[in-house]
């Protein structure tokens, strides 16, 4: 007798009192999964409207028929299997939806902005808590790769600080004291050759910001300068010049342009991902190459490398520093094309 064909003894049990149904053992096909046991639930309850539920056998999801289930967790046909469920999480909310202007190529946060890049060259700002949308810039004429949001330090107050980095080759930093609706252009950083892809912060090494562009290429900008200016600018009661674009946004015609400190042949292609957080300042980059590289940025040396089968499209590394309490203080997490995030142990 096929496998697909034979009968098994379920009973099934929920927290939910409003989907309870009698704890009874049923009969059911072991080629159900998890739609055909939704329809099972849905039809003893008698729902006017169908309510899709998951399932749990022995602590583990059902993702494949019960036959599969079974025999991959070698468990007997013979007894009577106790499957647990409860109504399925919608993966989002479209009530909650925020419309963008453009495609969305990049978002990032602080502690008091949301940060979104646009394909159209405008930056949106909501708040943390709600997602209200607060404020808005047009950072660039070409579409923006990547946006890196944080509060710096500048004497004695804190900068709302944001990084933009774009198609048009260049990169640009942005602040705002009174409000994420008040940013203004404190500094263009020109040197990229190709697209710039990726933006971080150099946690080692105060105020330095890495940026990466399809070239494989990562330059390093010191952006401590940006105190000195500010002071003598507000010194002498100077002020940047704005004008208005055809929408009406603000945009700044005059402001600091950086030299980088220096720059790195990281990867042969384009670098999809940067990190300055990890631990013992180490910096750690992904590339479309295959690869996965840790850096000593102070001697400018590859430390490690990693290759993949699949193209690496993004990163994101565990800040902690403290090894004894948190053990994957050396993890970083990527994704690939295939949909798949991998967990990697970088211990340099």
């Known amino acids: 007798m096929s496998s697909s064909s034979v009968q098994v003894r379920v009973r099934f049990v929920t927290d939910y009192e409003q989907f309870r149904i009698v704890d009874s053992p049923f009969a059911v096909p072991n080629k159900l999964g998890r739609h055909g046991l939704s329809e099972v639930i849905n039809h003893l309850l008698e729902l006017k409207e169908s309510q899709p539920f998951d399932f749990l056998i022995q602590g583990k999801l059902v993702r494949v028929p ?6 991959n967790n070698r468990m007997s046909t013979e007894d009577i299997i106790t499957i647990e469920y409860f109504p399925a999480a919608s993966l989002s909310d479209e009530s909650e939806n925020i419309e963008a202007p453009s495609w969305v ?21 909501f708040d943390t808590e709600n997602l209200n949308e607060i404020g808005n810039i047009q950072a660039h004429e070409d579409p923006i790769r990547a ?25 640009k930093v942005w602040g705002a004291t009174g409000g994420a609706a008040n940013y203004t252009l404190q500094a263009t950083l020109p040197g990229h050759m190709t697209s710039v892809e990726s933006l971080a912060l150099w946690e080692a090494e105060q105020n330095t910001l890495l940026s990466g562009d ?9 952006l401590s300068v940006l105190d000195a200016n500010n002071t003598s600018s507000a010194a002498n009661g100077g002020a940047k010049k704005k004008r208005k674009n055809s929408e009406g946004d603000a945009m700044v015609t005059s402001a600091t342009e950086l030299k980088p400190k220096f720059t790195i042949k990281a990867h042969g292609q384009s670098i999809s991902g940067i990190s ?23 001697r400018q040396d590859c430390v490690a490398t990693v290759v993949c089968s699949k193209v690496f499209t ?17 993890a970083v997490l990527t994704s690939h094309p295939d949909g798949k995030v991998r967990l990697w142990d970088l211990r340099v």
């Open 314 to 330: 993004s990163l994101d590394v565990n800040n902690s520093n403290n090894a004894q309490a948190d053990p994957t203080t050396s």
């Open 147 to 171: 946006v890196l949001a944080w509060n710096r330090a500048s004497g004695n107050t804190s900068v709302q600080t944001i990084a933009t980095a774009s198609k048009d080759q260049t990169v």
């Open 276 to 298: 300055g957080a990890s631990r013992n300042g180490t910096v750690v980059t992904c590339s479309w190459d295959h690869s996965m590289k840790a850096w000593d940025l102070s």
């Open 105 to 125: 190529g990049s978002i990032d946060n602080s502690a008091t902005v949301v940060a979104s890049g646009c394909y159209n060259g405008q930056v949106k700002f």
């Open 214 to 222: 399809w070239a494989g290429n990562v330059f390093a900008w010191d």
């Open 66 to 71: 019960l036959h599969k289930f079974i025999l």
